[in-house]
């Protein structure tokens, strides 16, 4: 019997049995990106593992809606409710218009995912296409008693709110230590506490981007967009909510007070949060400047890098650990990764290109075909363990040994029967593109250059032109693809 899926539930502390609110539907939201700068690799990991998860739910047959927001307003610097909004004072440092930024770190996250080979969200909505929305949440929270107005700008009221309620629930913070922590009121603060958060700011003289609101110029507060659109889109209690796990507190426990406040209901079922991307053990962050950005990595143009790695080698070394661990970042792992990468990719090629036959006088092998079905069922135990991609590889490299050793006949194909090797390829063929997002990355072969090089290389070696045999070889080997002289005709293999 195989486990069904299970969830580590940040809300809960505890994995929980999936169980969706309208199965066969999903709604899944994540918190995209604030688009004033080009995203680095910490960035993608967690949008990589959204990937991931998105990818396994609809291979499991479910249908997902999976909304991923653009953050173009309301994100402060440092986090705060205080200080220039991040695309507002890049607009003012570039002397660009504040969408001409917006379009251009937009355009720039979304090159990257396609670089990853992340699939696009089924909807993306911005926070300034819903200033509307955001408007009526706040006329909401002040019609329950849980916000208020002071000098233009609406707070959220935390203690009011903690009285029915239990802010803190998501994260884990007490409201006391959370009121001792934060500095004292100045008598300048529009706050009553500072455990306050801002739904809506008046717009200083200074600041471009702002909207006109019941209560003057104004911006939305950074938390409100996610409940909004989560909102719409998907209904006031959905599924799954994610983002990274420095997004917990403030931003998604503010997000759940917001929508309690508003609602009366809970807003997530599963509340998930991925693990940090670390560099010599701090999160990597542009503010701590230890940030690399993915074209730096493609070219090997950073001083933290020995070499260039491709796209899908850095993938593949961030799905080598579970996305709740943390992940450093080392040169030597991803080398590892490079060859991992590689060797998937190859067997990949092999089991493409196999089609079942029998054999005479050679019968089915059931401890043989038991193993293969054994290893099948462990790559969906391993993601049906909270999605463990970790554990996932590690079965499908076993898959592998077993599919290396069909080609130099030392498992025969009716030995394992047709029913086992057409899952077995199924398996292997889904786990690795389907599912983990894992392609061929070869500029050779997408452009069909590579088959004429193969019909070169053929022609010499008809010809008895050894000189151009080798030629042709050693030019290949330095696009990192090796030539093999098969039985069945020359095939190619990435040089591992
Ligand atoms: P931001 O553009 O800063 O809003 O971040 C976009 C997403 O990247 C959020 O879900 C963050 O939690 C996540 N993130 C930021 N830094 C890292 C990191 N070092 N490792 C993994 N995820 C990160
Ligand atoms: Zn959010």
Not at 262 to 268: G, S
Not at 407 to 413: A, V
């Amino acid at each position: 019997m195989l486990n069904p899926l299970r969830i580590q539930n940040s809300l809960t502390g505890k994995k929980e049995l999936f169980e969706p609110i309208n199965a066969p539907f999903v709604g899944m939201y994540v918190c995209g990106p604030t688009v004033y700068s080009d995203v680095h690799l910490g960035n993608v990991r967690t949008f990589v593992s959204f990937d991931v998860i998105y990818r396994y739910l609809m291979h499991l047959g479910y249908k997902v809606r999976y909304v991923r927001n653009i953050t173009d307003v309301g994100h402060l610097i440092d986090d705060a409710d205080e200080g220039e909004d991040k695309i507002g004072k890049k607009a003012k440092l570039e002397n660009l218009e504040p969408m001409e930024i917006v379009q251009k770190y937009t355009e720039d996250f979304h090159r990257v995912m396609d670089q990853f080979n992340a699939l696009p969200p089924s909807i993306e909505p911005t926070a300034t296409g819903h200033i509307l929305e955001q408007i009526e949440m706040v006329e909401t929270l002040l019609e329950n008693g849980l916000a208020y107005e002071s000098n233009g700008s609406i707070y959220f009221n935390v203690k009011e709110y903690q009285k029915n309620h239990h802010y803190g629930k998501l994260s884990g913070r007490k409201i006391e230590e959370l009121i001792s922590n934060t500095r004292e009121l100045d008598g300048q603060d529009e706050k009553s506490d500072n455990v306050d958060f801002a739904l809506w700011k008046k717009a200083s003289d200074g600041h471009i981007m702002r909207w006109p609101s019941p209560w003057g110029m104004g911006f939305p507060g950074w938390h409100l967009e996610c409940t909004v659109m989560g909102t719409k889109y998907l209904g006031k209690t959905f599924d799954i909510h994610g983002g990274g796990m420095d997004l917990k507190f403030p931003h998604h426990e503010c997000e759940l007070a917001q929508s309690v406040g508003a609602h009366e209901q809970d807003p997530v079922k599963y509340w998930i949060h991925t693990n940090m991307l670390t560099v010599n053990g701090q999160k990597m962050s542009k503010s701590l400047g230890n940030s690399f950005l993915p074209r730096q990595l493609f070219t090997g143009d950073h001083d933290l890098l020995d070499r260039a790695y491709s796209p899908m080698t850095v993938k593949f070394f961030m799905l080598q650990s579970h996305y709740a661990s943390t992940l450093d970042f080392s040169n030597d792992a991803l080398q590892a990764a490079q060859k991992g990468y590689k060797k998937l990719m190859n067997g990949l090629r092999i089991i493409k290109n196999i089609e079942y036959t029998t054999e005479k006088g050679v019968e089915i092998n059931e401890k043989i075909a038991g193993q293969i079905n054994q290893l099948c069922d462990n790559c969906y135990r391993a993601m049906n363990d909270d999605f463990n991609t970790a554990l996932t590889i590690g079965h499908l490299f076993n898959l592998l040994k077993k599919i290396n050793s069909i080609p130099t006949q030392n498992l025969k194909l009716a030995e394992i029967g047709e029913e086992t090797f057409n899952r077995m390829k199924a398996t292997f063929c889904s786990f690795i593109t389907d599912v983990l997002g894992l392609k061929e990355e070869n500029n050779l072969n997408s452009e069909g250059l590579l088959e004429v090089l193969i019909s070169f290389y053929k022609k010499a070696k008809e010809a008895k032109d050894y000189e151009k045999v080798d030629e042709i070889r050693n030019q290949l080997k330095e696009q990192g693809v090796v030539l093999k002289d098969m039985k069945t005709g020359i095939d190619w293999a990435y040089e591992e």
